[in-house]
């Protein structure tokens, strides 16, 4: 079954149910006229130029008044999710879904100027959808409110706007405009993940961990220092947070990071690495093998990573990550692990014929290597 395209979450169904929900809570606003003007232009665009595609057409279609506009789309919301269940698309109800990434460009394009309704209105739409990129503007043009209104938020009973806290102000946001303000100094969020770091949702806890992931790209020492003061004595949730907040840096070999894990003391011992096929062509697997003997009269807590060099256009190397295994290692054992590795064409990386190296990572110092060939199908 061929997956469905991410640009149909915004297809002409979508537009005209919306369409309908706002002509039914103001008669003014021309539900036809609205979807001559967007449904045409869809089949063409991606999904987020779908999105700024309906938000032009808000800006045409709902009231010149602000005020007026963010009262009409609250008007037409779908009742807000119950709490605990995730946001339940129910677009039969009224405005719910994808439609609101749409709303929310609106708002952030028109209500800039009326910052305090426009926060307000951006609270209603989260708790249908999400505000997470609507929200950005408002932080660059109008930080102090804003921060202000997310102290706030903190203790709002829905988890949906507390996520927002969090969320809307991830530094390194995917597919949000980027903060550099918070990119150079993320001081100002601190306060609030620390209000947030046990949550009794763990919708509103992997947010917090996401954004903490974004921080240490460019403040490991900062994460580090975090991850060192909130570990000890933590509960499972908070654990469980911590951790997926420090992936990146274990990715990385962090070594204040993998020592607050555990994993922090080289490898006493020998390790073998073979990697077959030793030539493979796109779209084919190798098998990663990894012989561990350990030389220490103690247990050892092993973080074990392999790291796949891939070949560049110009013949350079890049290195990638890919997390292995984590094992603890009886004294003077012996421990065999594999791992089946795809080399196939994928959205994100375009794959260069040359020889690849594999490095295996054990608590963060790479300890063996191995190379293989890759031919493209045109070879």
Known sequence: MVA????????GETVRVAAAHLARHDARFDATRFCDEVIPQLDALELKARAMCVASALERHLAADFFAAADHLERALTPV??????IVVRSDEGLTGWFLWSAGEYVARRGLVHPERALECLRQ???????EFAIRPFLVAHEALVFETLREWIRDDSEHVRRLVSEGTRPRLPWGMQLPRLIADPSPSLPLLAALLDDPSEYVRRSV?????????????????????????????????????????????????????????????TVALTVSPGTIQLGEYVHIVVTLISTAADEQRLAIDYVVHHVKQDGRTTP????????????????TLSKRHAIKPITTRRYYAGAHHVSIQINGTQVANAVFELRMHRD
Do not use: C, Y
């Open 81 to 86: 999710p119950v709490q605990g269940t995730g």
């Open 4 to 11: 469905e395209p991410f640009k149909n979450f915004i297809n």
């Open 209 to 269: 961990a996401n954004h903490l992931n974004d921080i240490a790209r460019d403040h490991p020492e900062l994460v580090a220092d975090w991850v060192e003061r909130h570990l000890p004595g933590a509960s499972m949730a908070r654990q469980k947070l911590l951790k997926h907040a420090s992936r990146t840096l274990i990715k990385r070999g962090h070594p204040r990071m993998l020592q607050a894990w555990g994993t922090g003391a080289p490898f006493a011992g």
């Open 320 to 335: 990638k990550v890919f997390k292995g295994w984590v094992s603890t290692i009886d004294g003077g054992a012996t421990v």
């Open 125 to 131: 739409l989260t708790q249908r959808f999400s505000a």
